[in-house]
């Protein structure tokens, strides 16, 4: 199974592909898209572009994507909830099945600890795929939100995780914990 990550952000949008193979995770790919425009219509619209190219290209079967955090102001949070609502459009015309995750889940599942800064998970994204150098921020980020929704994807097809179940204390990732696979 080949899952793309995706960490949108306003000015770049991080993303990661991975790929499951039984219980092992191999890097397929991760970069950052960064949109020029003069306009914020047109910036807009190159990253819906420029991840319909990374789709295509690399032909995921799902997509993580991290959920927005709040921001530290409003016109943070609206910039940020347009690219979000862009990546969220683009991957919705491929008919890419979509799942999103907390930013406290992904870090928990990657690093074990919800509160973990972007170096502690870059770190662990690292090891966890094999990287000789350590992935940029935003690239980090998503490849740490698809290695951990390759892990709760194998556990969901079990039946140990509930896609609808939500409970405050533990529930998607957070009740995870990604070992690498030896």
Same mark, same amino acid.
Request: hydrophobic share 45%; charged share 20%; aromatic share 2%.
């Given at each position: 199974?080949?899952?793309?990550?995706?960490?949108?952000?306003?000015?770049?949008?991080?993303?990661?592909?991975? /790929?499951?193979?039984?219980?092992?995770?191999?890097?397929?790919?991760?970069g950052t898209l960064r949109p020029r425009g003069g306009s914020p219509e047109l910036r807009l619209?190159?990253?819906?572009?420029?991840?319909? /190219?990374?789709?295509?290209?690399?032909?995921?079967?799902?997509?993580?994507? $991290?959920?927005?955090?709040?921001?530290?102001s409003a016109r943070s949070a609206l910039v940020l909830g347009q690219a979000r609502g862009v990546?969220?459009?683009?991957?919705?015309?491929?008919?890419? &099945?979509?799942?999103?995750?907390? &930013?406290? $889940?992904?870090?928990?599942?990657?690093?074990?600890?919800?509160?973990?800064?972007?170096?502690?998970?870059?770190?662990?994204?690292?090891?966890?795929?094999?990287? $000789?150098?350590?992935? $940029?921020?935003?690239?980090?980020?998503?490849?740490?939100a698809a290695i951990g929704h390759a892990q709760a994807g194998g556990l969901r097809a079990l039946?140990?995780?509930? &896609?609808?179940?939500?409970?405050?204390?533990?529930?998607?990732?957070?009740?995870?914990?990604?070992?690498?696979?030896?």
């Amino acid at each position: 199974m080949r899952i793309l990550g995706v960490d949108p952000g306003s000015h770049a949008t991080g993303y990661g592909v991975v /790929e499951r193979d039984g219980g092992a995770l191999r890097h397929v790919a991760h970069g950052t898209l960064r949109p020029r425009g003069g306009s914020p219509e047109l910036r807009l619209h190159q990253l819906y572009r420029m991840l319909c /190219e990374v789709v295509g290209h690399h032909a995921p079967d799902a997509a993580a994507v $991290e959920r927005v955090f709040v921001a530290q102001s409003a016109r943070s949070a609206l910039v940020l909830g347009q690219a979000r609502g862009v990546v969220l459009a683009a991957l919705g015309s491929l008919a890419l &099945p979509v799942t999103e995750y907390a &930013p406290a $889940e992904v870090k928990q599942a990657v690093t074990g600890s919800g509160r973990a800064d972007k170096r502690q998970v870059a770190l662990m994204v690292r090891r966890l795929l094999g990287l $000789e150098q350590l992935a $940029e921020g935003d690239a980090a980020d998503a490849l740490a939100a698809a290695i951990g929704h390759a892990q709760a994807g194998g556990l969901r097809a079990l039946g140990a995780l509930s &896609p609808r179940r939500r409970s405050r204390a533990r529930s998607g990732l957070a009740a995870l914990r990604v070992r690498r696979a030896r």
